[in-house]
């Protein structure tokens, strides 16, 4: 949604929906992230979400059609009060796409070895997700410091592990933005997958309606 | 093992099962910890999925499951066996998992693998229970399959290595 049907939310209900504040902030981070994609490749690259949804964190990697299957993760982490943690996760054929993507106007894939390619893929995860904290730090005027990116490849679900038992603390849902990364006409599919703590949660929504209904 | 009455059953967190010869039960852990039990004399098993290491310090309010805590599922994954038939005599004990995943991280809650694994074995150990094989530690994930009759468990992690302990 963006901010001129914002009128359309003021007449529809007055409780706005989670995820209508969460489809905003996936907009405008789309926003940032393409035009930072862009310009780092001097191509057009665009990108969409097919799908969001809030879920509960176990349910992810099946709901993905990633259950127990190979994934790349790029993980930042936000600290202290408004605790958060983002990860963008690409099926391992899609994570060879988007590095190839990225490079391929200077190298070929044949001659990058690990190193270039991880870092590639980190560029994407860093750029992609702190887009999504800008859109969350504009939404409510906090300044958010993230750790820089961490790159993992393994089994989703054994990723997902370790955030499972975190957010078990809190009872935490998973906010799910299935993306498309569009270039020339390919299609490049991954997900951002974001853990928000309550307190961020709270400020996020209460922040969200006032700018929908301002 | 007769493979047509072979079943096959998949757990998730938290979720503890318990099945007699011919079943398969499997799992995916991280820095959880599948814990199996079985006594191959009665051919009956199970497992437990582990996520976090002593109930007391994370549920506060005492109203989560057994079964998601080290300390408090080895026990009722032992007692679980023994209402079904197994002996305590007889009975076993494997564990997998307890990966540290994000290596690189300093957060203690990343580093909850070692500590699942250390609760289980004290606990383990309190219990009389001997535990026979271990895969546990390192940073990747393990998808796991138990067979109950014979107490193997098969391995298998994303660098394509399949081991059975």
């Given at each position: 949604m963006s901010g001129q049907d914002k009128s359309e939310y003021r007449r529809n209900s007055e409780m706005i929906p989670e995820n209508e504040i969460?489809?905003?902030i996936g907009s405008m981070g789309a926003g940032h992230a393409a035009t930072a994609l862009s310009e780092l490749i001097q191509q057009k690259i665009s990108i969409t979400f097919p799908e969001i949804f809030v879920a509960y964190p176990e349910e992810v990697p099946k709901k993905l059609g990633l259950h127990d299957m190979p994934v790349v993760v790029i993980y930042?982490?936000?600290?202290?009060?408004?605790?958060?943690?983002?990860l963008l996760v690409f099926g391992r054929e899609e994570a060879d796409k988007i590095v190839s993507a990225?490079?391929?106007?200077?190298?070929?894939?044949?001659?990058?070895?690990?190193?270039?390619?991880?870092s590639a893929i980190e560029e994407v995860g860093n750029i992609v997700i702190g887009s999504f904290l800008s859109a969350i730090s504009n939404f409510t005027n906090m300044e958010l410091l993230p750790t820089p990116p961490i790159h993992t490849t393994d089994v989703f679900d054994a990723i997902l592990d370790v955030f499972l038992a975190k957010l078990r603390l809190q009872n935490r849902k998973a906010m799910v933005?299935?993306?498309?990364?569009?270039?020339?006409?390919?299609?490049?599919?991954?997900?951002?997958?974001?853990?928000?703590?309550?307190?961020?949660?709270d400020e996020l929504i209460s922040r969200g309606k006032s700018w929908l209904e301002g | 093992?007769?493979?047509?009455?072979?079943?096959?059953?998949?757990?998730?967190?938290?979720?503890?099962?318990?099945?007699?010869?011919?079943?398969?039960?499997?799992?995916?852990v991280g820095s959880c910890i599948a814990l199996c039990m079985y006594d191959s004399m009665n051919r009956i098993g199970?497992?437990?999925?582990?996520?976090?290491?002593?109930?007391?310090?994370?549920?506060?309010?005492?109203?989560?499951?057994v079964q998601r805590y080290a300390d408090t599922a080895v026990p009722a994954l032992l007692s679980a066996l023994?209402?079904?038939?197994?002996?305590?005599?007889?009975?076993?004990?494997?564990?997998?998992?307890?990966?540290?995943?994000?290596?690189?991280?300093?957060?203690?809650?990343?580093?909850?693998?070692?500590?699942?694994?250390?609760?289980?074995?004290?606990?383990?150990?309190?219990?009389?229970?001997?535990?026979?094989?271990?895969?546990?530690g390192g940073n990747r994930g393990r998808i796991i399959e138990f067979e109950v009759g014979s107490g193997t468990m098969k391995i298998n992690t994303m660098d394509g290595k399949e081991r059975k302990i």
């Amino acid at each position: 949604m963006s901010g001129q049907d914002k009128s359309e939310y003021r007449r529809n209900s007055e409780m706005i929906p989670e995820n209508e504040i969460l489809r905003e902030i996936g907009s405008m981070g789309a926003g940032h992230a393409a035009t930072a994609l862009s310009e780092l490749i001097q191509q057009k690259i665009s990108i969409t979400f097919p799908e969001i949804f809030v879920a509960y964190p176990e349910e992810v990697p099946k709901k993905l059609g990633l259950h127990d299957m190979p994934v790349v993760v790029i993980y930042k982490n936000l600290q202290g009060s408004y605790d958060c943690d983002i990860l963008l996760v690409f099926g391992r054929e899609e994570a060879d796409k988007i590095v190839s993507a990225m490079i391929k106007n200077t190298f070929n894939m044949e001659e990058l070895d690990e190193e270039m390619k991880k870092s590639a893929i980190e560029e994407v995860g860093n750029i992609v997700i702190g887009s999504f904290l800008s859109a969350i730090s504009n939404f409510t005027n906090m300044e958010l410091l993230p750790t820089p990116p961490i790159h993992t490849t393994d089994v989703f679900d054994a990723i997902l592990d370790v955030f499972l038992a975190k957010l078990r603390l809190q009872n935490r849902k998973a906010m799910v933005f299935q993306t498309c990364f569009k270039k020339n006409g390919e299609e490049i599919y991954g997900a951002v997958i974001i853990f928000l703590n309550e307190k961020l949660r709270d400020e996020l929504i209460s922040r969200g309606k006032s700018w929908l209904e301002g | 093992m007769n493979e047509e009455n072979e079943k096959k059953v998949r757990i998730g967190m938290a979720e503890m099962i318990v099945a007699r010869n011919p079943t398969i039960i499997s799992t995916t852990v991280g820095s959880c910890i599948a814990l199996c039990m079985y006594d191959s004399m009665n051919r009956i098993g199970g497992m437990v999925h582990i996520v976090l290491p002593k109930k007391e310090d994370f549920d506060k309010g005492n109203i989560d499951s057994v079964q998601r805590y080290a300390d408090t599922a080895v026990p009722a994954l032992l007692s679980a066996l023994i209402s079904k038939g197994a002996k305590k005599e007889y009975i076993k004990a494997k564990i997998a998992g307890g990966a540290n995943m994000f290596p690189i991280l300093n957060h203690p809650i990343l580093k909850i693998g070692v500590n699942n694994a250390n609760v289980v074995k004290k606990k383990l150990a309190d219990l009389g229970i001997p535990l026979v094989a271990e895969d546990t530690g390192g940073n990747r994930g393990r998808i796991i399959e138990f067979e109950v009759g014979s107490g193997t468990m098969k391995i298998n992690t994303m660098d394509g290595k399949e081991r059975k302990i």
